[in-house]
């Protein structure tokens, strides 16, 4: 690791000029640096808070020069300060740094570089432009010695550069999210779509379904409120619908690799055909084993039709077999197959994507899931899917306790009132603001007529002649808040009631079938039940065999499944073609952002119009709760070119120098 020499980091000042190691001074945030890769330091750092300096041989204006002129190809062009004041300043600075420019007053150029980069600071119009000059602006303002001494140091030679957004790191898939808004507001959707399609294929679905971590990061909700980003993310895909159905097809793919070069992905879930859909595009042949009759995972059985319509969903699995893929159904690794037959049949690599599809139980007193009305939350869900589906016979009555507080808790709710159930009781033993449900699934329970009893927990289920009768709860109190902030919660004595059900179903989390694995498979399992991976490329402890989605981070969203698709068809592509998997620099950029913290969550204080973003359409609620018709409307072209326009821009952009070359990786 690396100490810094000098630097201004949001603010604050570290100069270690001179002083031996153990008189330096260590930074809050930056006191050591990582290497960027093994054996390869950091000399210089460079960001929309600042900079850092960590050898004393490095220049800072090459640094800065290389960062401007990032900047200057980075900038869209659509406002005067940022499109020439970057290029300016650019230039500028490599008068500075050039040995055949003879510049006679330096001072006075660098008085012509600070101006123009309060310019472009104070009046550009995007992140981008506002966020590009303040590491220049510190260093101009506590390190101008530092530049013109660094006018006689040799140029750096090894560098990256890297652009990204507070939305960008905040999406597992690191979709360009300001990108495809951009192109919205061009009339471009078919091109929005297509940055969409570079990181997944399901771009329909997420657009309905994704949790939105993005806008949970945008900035735009210091203002008013966020973009709505997964609203725009459907209108491209709704609206390009034919051209995504032309789109795919197996001879458009460039290249194609050795027939024996064959894949096999265990589980079609949205993790199983990322993986697939990359792996195909790069022209590998795929074969993907599914436990049951229809591709899509939890994302068909487990996410009501009222939310994802299944031909919705169906038009985006279906990308695999045009693509040349092929899908194995019902064929179950454990039942059917093992790991290890799966390469006495000849492939050559196996990407575990099995999903998390058995519930978790209670434990509480009477719990026997052989009772009738005893439904856990999956099965609950994969009855209703069945009989919506016109495959099954479900019938509901009677009032119906759902426990738990996530967006499985809420699908089993909304489920149960359109299955004809007369109350729906929701138990959840934390407050409203503790569930892990997203808000607007919380309020549409409540508006259909969904009951909530918050601080309230099971203690046990009540049957008679093996039904169901109703469930015992005893109400919680908060306690003491824990290392992470959350408080507690503990029964209050004597606060036991009983609540009558015909039905109850445990929505409380799911985890991997246990009959999955042999133990000659060679795949370690950890102590939470999930596949043992290097996080960093999501092998497993066997060769061969990569491991990601739900299987691997235990139950979680549909959008850091897909991104552990893409992920693992990465590491796969590497291990068939070189028998390793590759240092990728962008992801080390990405681990040092977020690892330091570097991204500012700062307003920029450029005054914005209040522009509040376009309200979606949805069937009363009245109305819906005896359907599973889709509740939400797309919104129409002149919406999402007014959503667009709310957009701020926010791109950051980040700037290294390292002591020797960075080795090549993909993005």
């Given at each position: 690791m690396a100490r810094v020499v000098y630097g201004v980091w949001g603010g604050e000042i570290t100069d270690n000029r001179g002083k031996n190691l153990f008189e330096i001074e260590e930074n809050p945030e930056f006191a050591e640096f990582d290497a960027f890769n093994q054996g390869n330091p950091i000399n210089t750092f460079v960001g929309d808070r600042g900079f850092f300096v960590f050898s004393p041989d490095a220049s800072l204006l090459d640094a800065l020069w290389l960062y401007m002129d990032k900047a200057a190809e980075e900038s869209c062009g659509k406002c005067t300060p940022c499109r020439m004041?970057?290029?300016?300043?650019?230039?500028?600075?490599?008068?500075?740094?050039?040995?055949?420019?003879?510049?006679?007053?330096?001072?006075?150029?660098?008085?012509?570089?600070?101006?123009?980069?309060?310019?472009?600071?104070?009046?550009?119009?995007?992140?981008?432009?506002?966020?590009?000059?303040?590491?220049?602006?510190?260093?101009?303002?506590?390190f101008r010695d530092q530049l013109e001494q660094n006018r006689y140091l040799l140029p750096a030679k090894h560098t990256m550069t890297y652009?990204?957004?507070?939305?960008?790191?905040?999406?597992?898939?690191?979709?360009?999210?300001?990108?495809?808004?951009?192109?919205?507001?061009?009339?471009?959707?078919?091109?929005?779509?297509?940055?969409?399609?570079?990181?997944?294929?399901?771009?329909?679905?997420?657009?309905?379904?994704?949790?939105?971590?993005?806008?949970?990061?945008?900035?735009?909700?210091?203002?008013?409120?966020?973009?709505?980003?997964?609203?725009?993310?459907?209108?491209?895909?709704?609206?390009?619908?034919?051209?995504?159905?032309?789109?795919?097809s197996k001879e458009l793919i460039p290249e194609h690799q050795p027939d024996d070069l064959k894949v096999a992905v265990v589980g079609a879930g949205p993790a199983g055909v990322s993986c697939a859909y990359h792996l195909l595009l790069k022209g590998y042949a795929v074969d993907v084993f599914e436990a049951m009759g229809e591709a899509g995972g939890m994302a068909s059985i487990g996410i009501p039709s009222y939310r994802l319509p299944k031909d919705v969903l169906k038009s985006e699995t279906d990308i695999i077999e045009r693509l040349g893929g092929r899908f194995?159904?019902?064929?179950?690794?454990?039942?059917?197959?093992?790991?290890?037959?799966?390469?006495?049949?000849?492939?050559?690599?196996?990407?575990?994507?099995?999903?998390?599809?058995?519930?978790?139980?209670?434990?509480?007193?009477?719990?026997?899931?052989?009772?009738?009305?005893?439904?856990?939350?999956?099965?609950?869900?994969?009855?209703?899917?069945?009989?919506?589906e016109g495959g099954g016979d479900?019938?509901?009555?009677?009032?119906?306790?759902?426990?738990?507080?996530?967006?499985?808790?809420?699908?089993?709710?909304?489920?149960?009132?359109?299955?004809?159930?007369?109350?729906?009781?929701?138990?959840?033993?934390r407050t409203m603001e503790d569930m892990p449900a997203d808000h607007e699934e919380i309020e549409a329970a409540e508006k259909e007529g969904v009951q909530f009893h918050f601080l309230t927990n099971p203690t046990r289920i009540l049957s008679k002649d093996g039904n169901v009768t109703g469930v015992e709860l005893v109400e919680m109190i908060q306690t003491?808040?824990?290392?992470?902030?959350?408080?507690?919660?503990?029964?209050?004595?004597?606060?036991?009631?009983?609540?009558?059900?015909?039905?109850?179903?445990?929505?409380?989390?799911?985890?991997?079938?246990?009959?999955?694995?042999?133990?000659?498979?060679?795949?370690?399992?950890?102590?939470?039940?999930?596949?043992?991976?290097?996080?960093?490329?999501?092998?497993?402890?066997?060769?061969?065999?990569?491991a990601g989605g739900d299987c691997q981070l235990g139950p979680s969203t549909l959008i850091h499944a897909m991104a552990h698709g893409l992920k693992a068809s990465r590491s796969i592509d590497d291990y068939l073609q070189l028998g390793r998997i590759r240092f990728f620099p962008r992801s080390r950029m990405r681990q040092i952002i977020n690892k330091?913290?570097?991204?500012?969550?700062?307003?920029?204080?450029?005054?914005?119009?209040?522009?509040?973003?376009?309200?979606?359409?949805?069937?009363?609620?009245?109305?819906?709760?005896?359907?599973?018709?889709?509740?939400?409307?797309?919104?129409?072209?002149?919406?999402?070119?007014?959503?667009?326009?709310?957009?701020?821009r926010c791109y950051r952009l980040y700037a290294l120098v390292t002591e020797y070359p960075i080795p090549e990786g993909c993005a």
């Amino acid at each position: 690791m690396a100490r810094v020499v000098y630097g201004v980091w949001g603010g604050e000042i570290t100069d270690n000029r001179g002083k031996n190691l153990f008189e330096i001074e260590e930074n809050p945030e930056f006191a050591e640096f990582d290497a960027f890769n093994q054996g390869n330091p950091i000399n210089t750092f460079v960001g929309d808070r600042g900079f850092f300096v960590f050898s004393p041989d490095a220049s800072l204006l090459d640094a800065l020069w290389l960062y401007m002129d990032k900047a200057a190809e980075e900038s869209c062009g659509k406002c005067t300060p940022c499109r020439m004041g970057t290029r300016l300043i650019r230039d500028r600075l490599a008068g500075l740094r050039s040995e055949d420019m003879q510049i006679d007053d330096t001072n006075a150029v660098l008085d012509e570089v600070e101006m123009l980069a309060n310019h472009v600071h104070n009046t550009s119009m995007c992140g981008l432009g506002q966020s590009c000059t303040n590491a220049l602006l510190a260093a101009l303002t506590h390190f101008r010695d530092q530049l013109e001494q660094n006018r006689y140091l040799l140029p750096a030679k090894h560098t990256m550069t890297y652009v990204t957004s507070p939305c960008i790191e905040a999406c597992p898939a690191k979709v360009n999210v300001p990108r495809y808004i951009d192109y919205i507001k061009d009339g471009k959707p078919s091109h929005s779509l297509g940055v969409i399609l570079q990181k997944y294929p399901m771009a329909a679905t997420c657009g309905r379904v994704c949790v939105r971590f993005c806008e949970m990061a945008c900035q735009r909700s210091m203002v008013d409120e966020p973009v709505g980003i997964k609203t725009l993310k459907r209108f491209v895909a709704d609206h390009e619908q034919v051209m995504n159905d032309d789109l795919f097809s197996k001879e458009l793919i460039p290249e194609h690799q050795p027939d024996d070069l064959k894949v096999a992905v265990v589980g079609a879930g949205p993790a199983g055909v990322s993986c697939a859909y990359h792996l195909l595009l790069k022209g590998y042949a795929v074969d993907v084993f599914e436990a049951m009759g229809e591709a899509g995972g939890m994302a068909s059985i487990g996410i009501p039709s009222y939310r994802l319509p299944k031909d919705v969903l169906k038009s985006e699995t279906d990308i695999i077999e045009r693509l040349g893929g092929r899908f194995i159904y019902n064929q179950k690794l454990g039942r059917d197959f093992d790991v290890n037959e799966l390469f006495e049949r000849g492939y050559k690599s196996v990407f575990l994507a099995l999903g998390c599809s058995e519930g978790r139980l209670m434990n509480v007193d009477g719990e026997d899931v052989s009772l009738v009305g005893y439904e856990p939350g999956i099965e609950f869900l994969l009855r209703v899917h069945d009989h919506v589906e016109g495959g099954g016979d479900m019938e509901l009555s009677g009032d119906v306790v759902i426990v738990g507080g996530g967006n499985v808790a809420m699908d089993c709710a909304r489920s149960a009132l359109r299955m004809g159930a007369e109350n729906v009781h929701l138990v959840y033993r934390r407050t409203m603001e503790d569930m892990p449900a997203d808000h607007e699934e919380i309020e549409a329970a409540e508006k259909e007529g969904v009951q909530f009893h918050f601080l309230t927990n099971p203690t046990r289920i009540l049957s008679k002649d093996g039904n169901v009768t109703g469930v015992e709860l005893v109400e919680m109190i908060q306690t003491e808040s824990n290392q992470s902030g959350r408080r507690g919660v503990e029964a209050k004595s004597g606060t036991e009631y009983v609540l009558t059900a015909s039905t109850v179903v445990p929505a409380i989390g799911q985890r991997v079938a246990g009959d999955c694995f042999k133990s000659n498979d060679g795949v370690k399992i950890n102590k939470w039940g999930c596949i043992d991976v290097d996080g960093s490329n999501l092998a497993t402890s066997r060769p061969g065999v990569f491991a990601g989605g739900d299987c691997q981070l235990g139950p979680s969203t549909l959008i850091h499944a897909m991104a552990h698709g893409l992920k693992a068809s990465r590491s796969i592509d590497d291990y068939l073609q070189l028998g390793r998997i590759r240092f990728f620099p962008r992801s080390r950029m990405r681990q040092i952002i977020n690892k330091y913290k570097t991204m500012t969550d700062e307003w920029l204080g450029t005054p914005v119009q209040h522009l509040y973003r376009v309200p979606i359409q949805e069937m009363d609620p009245e109305v819906r709760k005896t359907l599973f018709n889709e509740v939400e409307q797309t919104i129409t072209p002149e919406e999402a070119y007014h959503e667009a326009g709310r957009c701020l821009r926010c791109y950051r952009l980040y700037a290294l120098v390292t002591e020797y070359p960075i080795p090549e990786g993909c993005a």
